[in-house]
Each structure stands twice: as C-alpha cells, then as structure tokens.
C-alpha cells in the first residue's frame, strides 16, 4: 500500500526467498534488513560484500492504522535513501 503511493508495484504477494551458501558468490552485495536479518543470517557476517541496513521492522509496528503506516512509510523512505545512496 505504502509502495503504490509512490508508484511502486504491488509486491504483497511476493515473499523473500532463502539462499544457499554456494549461491552468496553470485551477488555483487546483498543487503540485509532488520535486525532479524542480521540475527538470522550469522553466515554472512563473513561476507565482505553484505550491507545491513539495521530498519525498524514495519511488521512489529503497534498503534492505530495510521500509526502503522507511518512507519512503513518511513522505513520504505528510508530505504529509497539507502539505495541511492548504494548507487
């Protein structure tokens, strides 16, 4: 929802997808999100090529609706700035 507002796809139907150790070689980076990322992925901690942009988490987010979707609007701002910064 928050995504549309800036004339981004739909992507609610989409899910993230785990990758194998033998397929890290085959990225230039790989960005992690969330300290629950970071928590869960200790393999990468190794990996010269691994950014962690530690973002509040917008699915942990509590209050009223508009509330919650200020913070997706955040971190989705946030991680627009990110990237192009990364760029």
């Not at 960005?31 to 990996?47: M, S, Y």
């Not at 950014?51 to 009223?64: C, M, N, Q, R, V």
């Amino acid at each position: 929802l928050v995504g549309s507002e800036m004339c981004i796809r739909d992507r609610s139907k989409q899910e993230s997808s785990k990758i194998t150790n033998n397929q890290l070689s085959n990225y230039n980076f790989i960005v992690t999100l969330c300290g629950d990322a970071r928590d869960r992925c200790p393999i990468l901690a190794d990996i010269q090529k691994n950014i962690h942009w530690d973002l509040e988490d917008p699915a942990k987010a509590k209050g009223t609706d508009d509330e919650v979707m200020e913070v997706y609007r955040k971190v989705r701002d946030q991680i627009a700035i990110n990237i192009r910064t990364l760029l």
